[in-house]
C-alpha cells in the first residue's frame, strides 16, 4: 500500500506489521497484540496516527482485568451516578486536582486508590465521606446529595446524566466540532469564561467562539458543544437548561439588572472552575477569546457574530456546522 512515511518525508510504499508483543506493567509481562507500518524504501516503522488502538492502552487494560481494578470508564460512569465532578471527587478522596482525569482518560491506578474508588460505590461510604469533608462542594448540592443517598435516588443530582436525558447523548460531527461532547470541559468553561459576571447573551457568544477558534486553529472543538442561530446571534444549544442546571447546582448565581426597561441576566461563578482538564492548546483559546472579546458589550458581541458567515447562511433555529469556522472573523 501508499501512504506518507514520515523518515523519507514523501509517499512510499508501506507494508502492515502485525505482531504479538510483549509489555511489561509494574513488573508483569502482558502479551498485546500491536500494529504498525514499514516503509519499504527505507526501512522505518511507524505507527498510524488515526489509528483507535493503542497497545500500551491493551496491556494496561489487561492488568486492570487481571488485578480487578476499574477501568477508566468505569470510573467515570461511577462517578457520573453520583453527579460529581472530577474536582469534588479528588477533594472526597483527598488527592489532587488531577489525579481523577488521569484515571478517566487512562492513566493506571494504584491498587490503593482503586479500593478507594470502589468503595463509594457502596452509596454509605460516600455518605460518610461527605461528612468528613463539607467542603468538597458547594452546600446546597452536598445537602441534595446527601437526601438522595438517603431515598436511594443519586441520579436526579447528575449534570451529566441531566445532559444525556434532555440534550441527547450525541456523537463527534460537524455539528459538535468532531468530538463528543464533554461536559467537564464545558462545565469549566462556563466557569472560566463567566468570571467578573456577564451577560447570557454575551457568555454564549464567547463560548461559541472559543469553540470554533480552536476548531479552526486545531480541527477540533475545545466541548463538543452544538450552537444554534438565534435571534441575537449564535447560543449553545438549550442553553437555558445548561445554565439553569448550573444554577440549580449552585456552581453559577444569576443576578438580574435593568438596562433601561429591560431585565438583564447576569452569571457570575461561585466555584472555581478546575482548568486541570484543559489541554494547552483549549487553554490558549480559552484565554484569548476570554482578553479580547470578554471586554466587549453583549450588543457589540451580538453584531460582531451577526456578520459571520456560518449566521448569515443558516436560519433561525438552525445548528451551526463547525465548516464555517475556516471563515470566522477571529
Known amino acids: ?52 488502538r493503542d497497545h500500551l492502552d491493551d496491556a494496561y487494560r489487561e492488568y486492570r482485568r487481571r488485578h480487578k481494578l476499574l477501568q477508566p470508564e468505569e470510573i467515570k460512569n461511577l462517578r457520573s451516578e453520583y453527579g460529581l465532578t472530577q474536582a469534588e471527587l479528588s477533594k472526597l478522596l483527598g488527592w489532587g486536582a488531577a489525579t481523577i ?34 467542603g468538597a462542594m458547594l452546600p446546597s448540592k452536598r445537602e441534595r446529595l446527601i437526601e438522595s443517598l438517603k431515598e436511594g435516588d443519586f441520579r436526579s443530582c447528575s449534570f451529566e446524566n441531566f445532559f444525556n ?39 454564549n457568544k464567547l463560548l461559541f467562539y472559543a469553540d470554533f477558534k480552536h476548531f479552526k486553529e486545531y480541527a477540533t472543538s475545545i466541548t463538543g458543544a452544538r450552537y444554534a442561530h438565534l435571534p441575537y446571534g449564535f447560543a449553545l444549544n438549550d442553553y437555558a437548561l445548561i445554565f439553569g442546571t448550573l444554577v440549580r447546582d449552585g456552581a453559577i448565581e444569576e443576578d438580574e439588572v435593568f438596562h433601561g426597561e429591560y431585565p438583564v441576566k447576569i452569571l457570575k461563578p461561585k466555584i472555581r472552575p478546575d482548568l486541570v482538564i484543559f489541554e494547552p492548546s483549549e487553554l490558549k483559546i480559552l484565554a484569548e477569546i476570554k482578553e479580547h472579546l470578554g471586554r466587549w458589550s453583549a450588543k457589540k458581541l451580538t453584531d460582531f457574530s451577526h456578520k459571520e458567515e456560518g449566521y ?12 464555517y469556522a475556516k471563515a470566522l472573523q477571529i
Open 101 to 134: 482525569s488521569r484515571y478517566e482518560n487512562g492513566a493506571l491506578q494504584d491498587e490503593a486508590h482503586d479500593k478507594q474508588i470502589q468503595l463509594i460505590a457502596e452509596p454509605a461510604n460516600l455518605s460518610l465521606l461527605l461528612d468528613k469533608t463539607p
Open 1 to 52: 500500500m501508499k501512504g506518507l512515511c514520515p523518515y523519507c518525508e514523501k509517499e512510499t510504499d508501506l507494508e502492515i506489521v502485525r505482531c504479538e508483543e510483549e509489555v511489561i506493567v509494574r513488573g508483569e509481562k502482558i502479551r498485546v497484540h500491536n500494529e504498525y507500518f514499514k516503509c519499504l524504501e527505507c526501512g522505518g516503522d511507524f505507527y498510524d496516527p488515526k489509528s483507535p
Open 312 to 323: 448569515v447562511d443558516t436560519k433561525d433555529g438552525e445548528i451551526i456546522t463547525y465548516e
Open 165 to 203: 436525558e434532555h440534550l441527547a447523548d450525541y456523537g463527534p460531527s460537524w455539528l459538535s466540532g468532531f468530538k463528543k461532547l464533554d461536559l467537564n470541559k464545558l462545565y469549566a468553561a462556563i466557569l472560566y469564561l463567566c468570571k467578573g459576571g456577564i451577560t447570557e447573551t454575551a457568555l
